[in-house]
């Protein structure tokens, strides 16, 4: 059964409007998206700043209320839940973000930052047994009990993403928005953070949603991979036919700019870069968001918006003349 | 002494590089006796995660280290020590011999100063340009690294650029004076992976023009992997391996550098259940009397928490520091 869907999902923020007493309106950043995800899967959403990646996220857990079209969550409309059935429905749905250190309360305990979902989840559990339930949650993540007393300024960078995935798994999720949690980090315990969260994903039948900017990352711990452009969902994918091949120009340009730890073939790549500027996520181009840029245009990509159609084999691509 | 054999004469030449910071309570080693070479027109690569001491080796060169900073050895640009000269002499190298660009090229620029106005002053000062001289070079140079329309382009403010635009108006700034050396402190970091591309390549391009050696500080192999001859891996302040790039990533000698290498993820690699990893979390180092990777290090002997173990040809121009090196293969 799907767990979270999403149909033509509008995310947005409010802009003031225009003079002093102009009405503010909303500013849509993200455009008609939709996905589907099952349980204990992951998708990757990639692309670069602007794309709005971060704000699909956010708007797929009414973070950010969306302004148009519509989440499912277990097959209820995210959109028709009050208040107080979105917060029980939000145990099921946590978030980690790209600050690890930023994200934890400086005051807090690691116990009290780990059980503090859990008088908001479950208020009916013990002292006791919450924690228990941080303590099991802390070992999950691999960190050593005698860190339950510490705070957040004694932790690495590491360690404290790690504390930050220890609170959002004591709710016992389903699903994790994962927000370029690893992109602060370094080289090595990127590494290990990657790792952990596809041990917790096959232990704990974890879906994970994986926004990050770094496509080998990416290509490591998803199930299928969707590319976004200034706010439009360009392709999407299942990995390994995604990374044997994009369809979307965009996608093969992020591919070819990615440097590789390999002086040979990188050598060989020096003077390839695609020319010009990301277009302004508020002023997006009329036709199709990479037209600006984009090596094969045609005359018709400037004027008409590509549709997000359908490739057969679970692909889909938003281009009038795929590769 | 580095026995890296160099047909030129180095340009520049660390001699036991030593970056100690005062701290309230102790003192900490952020660099430790590294020796490095570097010839004229090379592009060294210097990789190395958090506490590794690869900016700091930079702000060194440049006499910018924080004010409870202390640089120790030597540094010798074309012979002469950059750490014993005064001030004025200084002044004569940087930012004209020798000069650096920064990771965040916002917080570089002065926001108050047209982007023109900034590159044409240093023409004025050490150049003794005239205005409109000035100014006309500097519209020029901006038309090299590909600002479009650059004239009008000069006349506007920084934050009127985009953050890859800003970096290439630092890069125009840096490479004004026409320097021997560039110094580059991860300066594609906090750019889109696009932009970087053009970053890196138009710094390809323009040091193999000018014949401008570069010392690239990253954390990114794959940037190293794009623009470098050589590559040296620091860890807790101490050279672990120097070598020339490919034979590096071919084969990379030291545990710590191959570590780096498993643990970074790879668009055409085949796919493993799970990234290689170190474990552990790096540390600053200077503190151990052994080789300040050993308390990550999957293979250490019990000599290796005991004594540093020294650098040591390993390879046509090769070095690395590891008593497993050292062993009877």
Known sequence: MTLISAENLEVGYPVPGKGLFGRSRVLPIVRDASLSLDPGRTLGIVGESGCGKSTLGRGLLRLIEPTGGRVVWQGQDLANLSKDQLRKTRAGMQIIFQDPIAALDPRMTLLKIVSRPL????????AAESRARALEALRLVGLPEDFASRYPHELSGGQAQRVGIARAIVGRP????????????????????VNLLMDLQERLGL?????????????????EVMVMCL???????PRDAFYAKPLHPYSRALMDAVPEPDPRREKGRVGTALPGELPSPLAPPPGCVFATRCPKVQPLCRTDRPALRDMGESRKVACHYPE | MPSTQMTAEPLLSLRDLTVRFRLPDREVVAVDRVSLDLAPGEVLGIVGESGSGKSQILFALMGLLASNGKA??????????????????????????MSMIFQDPMTSLNPYQRVGDQLAEGLRVHRGLGRSEARQAAVAMLERVRIPDAAARAMRYPHEFSGGMRQRVMIAMALLMKPAILLADEPTTALDVTIQAQV?????????????????????????????????????????????????FDAPKHPYSAGLLRATPRLDDAMTARLGTIPGQPRAGGMSPG?????????????????????????????????????PA
Do not use: W
Not at chain 1, 207 to 223: G, P, T
Not at chain 2, 227 to 244: F, H, N, Q, T
């Open chain 1, 119 to 126: 008088a908001t989840f479950e208020p009916g559990l013990s």
């Open chain 1, 174 to 193: 389903s699903l994790i928005v994962c927000d370029e949690p690893v992109s602060a980090l370094d080289v090595s315990i990127q590494a290990q953070v």
């Open chain 1, 207 to 223: 879906a994970l949603i994986f926004i990050s900017h770094n496509l080998a990352v990416v290509r490591h711990i998803s199930h």
């Open chain 1, 231 to 237: 706010g439009r969902v360009v392709e999407h994918a």
């Open chain 2, 72 to 97: 120790g050895g030597q540094a010798l640009f074309r012979g002469q020590d950059l750490l014993a000269m005064k001030p004025a002499e200084l002044d004569r190298v940087r930012g004209v011999q």
């Open chain 2, 200 to 248: 890196l390549d138009l710094m390809a391009e323009l040091a193999r023009e000018n014949g401008t050696a570069v010392v690239l500080v990253t954390h990114d192999l794959g940037v190293v992997a794009r623009l470098c001859d050589r590559v040296a891996v620091l860890y807790g302040g101490r050279l672990m391996e120097e070598s020339p790039a490919e034979a590096l």
């Open chain 2, 291 to 327: 080789c300040p990777f050993a308390p990550r290090c999957e293979v250490k002997l019990p000599l290796c928490d005991t004594t540093q173990p020294p650098l040591r040809e390993v390879g046509p121009a090769r070095r690395a520091a590891c008593h497993l090196l050292e062993q």
